[in-house]
């Protein structure tokens, strides 16, 4: 029994342009809400839980249209293909309606610009503002016009660790953002029709994604045997991995970390994420033969006698009363690791850019290729201790960097706070690579599109809330309250996952030369 790495690498270019698509929205459209949009992190967050909302619903209901799909492509393929198309060509229409806000701001948005900083002053001087540390305060009783125009976005600092460096100037981000965002949504409330064409064509980006993650998702267990899925699961997370950390290279080229880029058009940025979306799906389309393949994994599973052949042709299974126990813990586990983690991913370009004065390309690539690393070796040590224990393991080491990086402020040694994402890395890897096998380990061949919108519709509910509810921490108590509140709830995973009883792989065992053969995979 061995796992066909080339075949689960080309079914991986789905996730691949997926994730590729994630790491690019995350990054970028909380900025754009709140740098030109002038959002608060609060109604940011709402805007940033539309996605998952619509994907509560919506990922369910085509991972089990998916199931019933007869389509001569295959059952995944036509909603992949159809998908990608419309998010692409939505994507850089978008970037044309953030070109027209910017369009709107021009009196406010050059960075560093002295008449652009005195018009801010005089719209700004009796506007009651907020710091990114949670601090109220009156623009014109803290400070001067004269002072505040000679704020520049950047500083020259010599320490005797690091040297001499250029690093993000405090009062600018203390005072000079919370101005200029306070412009912009003033001019959000004068022309209200640019945020709600944004909006508009973002539901139309997140509805076409929605269509088709679950079937992408589902298409790997469709093809690959029950006992190599979290093997097969560490080469798709690889491949999402290297989507990911793609963009972030792609955003450490376009800088759109850079303070100075805060306020930048994303024509070519979006042009090129799109551009790479669409060369991974011709890939796919060449590539991946979906019904082929499926139709010989059903004919091994019956063979190895993992399914017999009633559950394989009807695609028909009743959990235990036991299983159905293990299977509401582990999705309230899901629940409860998204609830932490998306806290980080989808506030941390904030975060970097007002609390750690960082580049957070960097450290999020640091992040990805930890966990690129890990995939594989996670794969490996899950055939061999299980896939529980191996999860479990991960959230301990989720929580110890979170509770960690909540310590952490712009005068911490970048090293350490690299170590710390680096080890976010490893630990994501480690339960990501082995939750979604152990939700379809329950299932039959039939129902898995059925079974992956379970495990999304979990994960999905916490994505829903988790960027409002920490979003709104943030506005109330600071930005630092982001690493406590992931910390709790990967913590509170931990409790709940000791209670799952099912969904490790129970592979046949193996003897004589066969056990050789797969010891040497």
């Known amino acids: 029994m ?41 109604w940011s967050g709402v805007i940033m839980a539309l996605d998952n909302v619509l994907a509560l619903f919506l990922l369910p209901l085509f991972g ?12 995944r393929t036509p909603f992949i293909v159809v998908g990608t198309l419309l998010a692409a060509v939505a994507l850089i229409a978008l970037s044309f309606v953030d070109n027209a806000q910017l369009k709107h701001l021009d009196k406010v948005s050059a960075i560093d610009d002295p008449a652009a900083l005195a018009e801010i002053y005089q719209e700004q001087k009796d506007a009651t503002l907020l710091t990114p540390g949670g601090e109220s305060f009156i623009l014109g009783q803290k400070i001067t016009q004269e002072e505040f125009t000679a704020i520049r976005s950047q500083i020259s600092t010599r320490s005797e660790s690091e040297g001499d460096k250029t690093v993000t100037n405090p ?22 029709g640019t945020v709600v064409l944004f909006v508009v064509l973002l539901l139309i980006i997140l509805i076409s994604m929605a269509t088709f993650r679950s079937p992408a998702v589902a298409l790997m267990p469709d093809v690959t045997l029950k006992p190599l899925r979290s093997k097969a699961n560490a080469v ?14 792609l955003g450490m080229v376009f800088a759109t970390s850079s303070v100075e880029n805060s306020l930048m058009s994303y024509t070519g940025y979006f042009g090129v994420i799109a551009a ?66 998306n ?33 594989l070796p996670v794969g490996f040590i899950a055939s061999r201790v299980g896939r529980k224990k191996t999860i479990l393991a991960g ?67 916490a994505q829903v809330a988790t960027p ?44 004589g030369l066969e056990a050789l053969d797969e010891m040497e995979d």
Request: include cysteine; charged fraction near 15%.
């Open 2 to 42: 061995k796992l066909n790495y080339k075949r689960t690498i080309l079914v991986g270019f789905a996730f691949f342009l997926i994730c590729a698509f994630w790491q690019a929205y995350d990054n970028t459209i909380p900025l754009i809400l709140t740098n030109k949009f002038g959002m608060s992190q609060t």
């Open 64 to 75: 089990h249209i998916s199931d019933k799909c007869t389509h001569p492509k295959g059952r």
């Open 171 to 192: 009062d600018y981000t203390n005072y000079v953002v919370p101005a200029r965002q306070a412009c912009a949504h003033a001019v959000t409330r004068t022309h209200p």
């Open 236 to 249: 798709i997370n690889l491949m999402g991995s290297a989507g990911g950390i793609l963009v972030l290279a």
């Open 276 to 341: 790479l979306m669409l060369a991974a799906l011709v890939v796919f389309m060449l590539t991946v033969r979906e019904p082929e393949w499926a139709a010989e994994m059903q004919q091994q599973s019956v063979e190895l006698g993992l399914e017999d052949k009633e559950e394989a042709a009807t695609g028909e299974r009743k959990l235990s009363v036991d299983e159905v126990k293990s299977l509401i813990f582990l999705l309230l586990s899901i629940v409860l690791w998204f609830f932490g983690y």
């Open 343 to 375: 806290a980080v991913t989808s506030k941390y370009s904030v975060y970097a850019s007002n609390i750690l004065h960082k580049d957070y390309n960097l450290t999020l690539i640091i992040a990805q290729a930890a966990a690129i690393i890990s995939y």
């Open 395 to 461: 959230v301990v080491m989720l929580t110890a960097a979170f509770t960690t990086a909540a310590f952490m402020s712009a005068e911490s040694p970048t090293m350490l706070m690299n170590a710390m994402f680096a080890l976010a890395g490893v630990a994501w890897a480690t339960i990501n690579v082995n939750s979604f096998p152990m939700v379809v380990e329950m299932c039959s061949g039939g129902n898995v599109g059925k079974y992956t919108g379970f495990y999304y519709t979990a994960s999905m509910a």
């Open 468 to 511: 409002m509810l920490s979003g709104l921490l943030m506005d109330r108590m600071g930005m630092h309250v982001l690493f406590p509140y992931a910390a709790v709830f990967t913590a509170l995973a931990f409790v709940t996952m000791l209670f799952v009883r099912h969904g490790d792989s129970k592979p046949e065992a193996k003897l």
